[in-house]
């Protein structure tokens, strides 16, 4: 005879109908889909353990006492309490299919299955889909544009043919369907709830049995058993351990979307991206209409890829033409102190334009402005200058800015600035369709190039006729018929082809 859980006497030799039951939180919760799970004589609901600490809603780090200030973010007045007075047992799930199995012989049948969202981009980026049975984390800044993204993502899978639930925590239901209509993704298969509570989300899941949710946002969602606000570090925790384990149990696909802090990291702990199984930025400035998809983590395939989009009335398109938004003069112009070069941003290549204007300065210090580039890698390259080049630019003002307001961080820009700086300084225009590759060393080195065979090709398809770089052999080999390419070893070898331009 073994006994359950209800102290009911169950016969070994006897079949029993039992109930299938699985802990999906600390309360048990029961799905009614699931069979094959037998009940244990083990308590699914640990002791209860009373506990207070510290932590920073900014970026969960964790402390025995209130400090007015976090010691790794530094943010102030952040740090609050969080009462840990809850369930601390785990239940145990007694089934077959959950039991040790040999590697050698799980099928590799369903790992090639992948879930179409009718974004090409996104799904290219994903490995060719969303893998059945993940948690996808979507993060970006508020007004991006990612509820707008996963109602695209929404819509299409559900004209696709599968059931999607979309939990809208933050918004309306009325705000959706308005936002819905516009883009035309309204669809029979498409439902909506606003449920703020993750026991009660998981209720509507079981009920009605989707393909996909999408939780719009992790940090509006609350967990009844923790005191703290939603949002809070252990509230977001204890939010997608429910979600994870309730994926995993039913196959059930799962798209988060996440905020982000002031800072631009992920709101919430850290372990927040360690739980999920890919992690994508949605990145984009409110005044532009471009928006790009960073794969920061990927489980089912490859990182570091990135989707530029385009902003539109109808919703988020793949950007074709990319340079027409970096680039604001024309790129066949013969200009002074305006340079162009070829800007790797994770795999994605577009021509970037350097602006830059020299003058007499006019009071006490000469001044440095920079904007679109790190204002110390602008004092390193001036420093560089005046040392090697015999420029001095200590009685002169010093503007550098990169079109259109964009962030430029490629360091292969550097011997373009440069150019840009002689050009500007001589007052000589720099001729047109050539272009200047190169990171300049501290001591007036220029490195190899990276990626050269993105770049080159990119200079090739605008029509550049001239490129001046520290090449290798092979890359000469492969583009010498193709564009005209001048080698340059150190910072003075450019101010002697400056010179001779």
Known sequence: MLTNNNSKAVDCGQTTSVDPVVALSNKS?????????????RPLIGKTVAKKRYECSNCGQVTNKWIGQCNICKDWNSIIEVDLTHNSGV??????????????HISMEDSSTRIKTGFSAYDELMGGGLMPGSVNLL?????????????????????????VLMVSAEESIMQVKSRACRLGVVSENLWITPETDIEKIITEVQDLSPDVVIVDSIQTV???????????????????????????LTGLTVLIVGQVTKDGYLAGPKVLEHMVDSVVMFNGDRASMLRTLVVIKN????????????MTSKGLNLAKDLNRYFVESDLYSQMVGTCFVPTVEMQQVHISEIQTLVSKFSGQNPRRVA??????????????LEKYCNIKFSDRDIFLSVSKNNKMADKVA????????????????????????????????????TMAKKRLNELHKLHFETVLGNFSENDFKLYKNQIGMIKVDRITDLNKAFMGL
């Open 29 to 41: 919760i029961e799905l009614a889909n699931f069979e094959g799970f037998i009940q244990t004589d």
């Open 299 to 310: 489980r089912f395939g490859s990182c570091d890829e990135i989707a530029v989009l385009e």
């Open 139 to 163: 993060g970006g800044e508020p007004g991006s544009g990612k509820s707008t993204f996963t109602l695209q993502l929404a819509g299409g899978m559900a004209h696709a043919g599968l059931k």
């Open 414 to 449: 550097d011997l373009s600035i440069c150019t840009a700086l002689l050009s500007s300084f001589l007052n000589k225009p720099i001729p047109r369709g050539t272009a200047f590759l190169g990171e300049v060393s501290l001591n007036g080195n220029i490195k190899p190039i």
């Open 222 to 248: 609350g967990h009844c058993q923790i005191s703290s606000f939603p949002g809070s570090p252990p509230q977001v925790r204890a939010v997608t351990f429910e979600i994870i384990n309730l994926a995993r």
């Open 91 to 104: 239940s145990t799930i007694n089934s077959p299919g959950y039991r040790a199995q040999k590697l050698s």
């Open 371 to 384: 904007e679109g580039i790190d204002s110390g890698r602008l004092l390193i390259l001036v420093a560089t």
